[in-house]
């Protein structure tokens, strides 16, 4: 029998957490330093539990180091809160780049892997369109909640809601997937 991973993507959620508390319990520069240090925390826990960290959580870090420094110096959290705009903005423009080049980012880490993919090429290629323009329109959704709803709102939406917007996508996907590769063996 294998034993499971944690799930190690909760370590996420700490900094969000972190600001949140502190926010309601405290005042907005420690909420910030708070989150900052998590935030680095985050990684370094990170490290020591999986041997290395991912470019996605370096991203994440630095994003929450530097946003957090502009919510210092301009005394306001909404740069923090920011962050993940900015992250879904980022892996969405790097996907929009791969799928510009004529590249699949999914098909060839199944290559690379030495998998055989299950789906033919195409298939991930419109799949990963599709997250892309998921990833844009929920970092739009997330700068608009940073900006006009409470702390707590964004909490949600940046830790449960993301996890819950995205199943609601994939289910979607995978509808569209079995429509679209059935229109394809015609």
Not at 12 to 28: D, K, N, Q, R
Not at 61 to 85: D, Y
Request: hydrophobic share 55%; charged share 15%.
């Amino acid at each position: 029998m294998t034993k499971r991973a944690p799930p190690y993507f909760l370590l996420s959620f700490i900094p969000a957490l972190a600001y949140w508390l502190l926010e309601t319990y405290s005042t907005m520069e420690i909420a910030l330093v708070g989150g900052i240090v998590l935030g680095i925390l985050e990684m370094l826990l990170e490290k020591k539990f999986t041997g290395h960290v991912h470019t996605l959580s370096k991203l994440n870090v630095s994003l929450i180091v530097i946003l957090g420094g502009i919510s210092l110096l301009a005394q306001e959290g909404i740069w923090f809160k920011l962050q993940p705009t900015m992250t879904g903005l980022a892996v969405g423009a790097f996907l929009l780049y791969q799928k510009v080049k004529g590249q699949s980012i999914m098909y060839q880490m199944l290559i690379d892997m030495q998998q055989t993919p299950p789906l033919p090429r195409v298939a991930y290629e419109k799949m990963e369109g599709h997250i892309c323009l998921f990833l844009f329109l929920f970092a739009l959704y997330m700068a608009h909640i940073a900006i006009n709803e409470t702390t707590a709102r964004w909490l949600f939406w940046k830790t449960a809601g993301f996890y819950i917007a995205f199943g609601g996508f994939m289910l979607m996907e995978m509808i569209y997937l079995r429509w679209f590769l059935g229109r394809l063996k015609k």
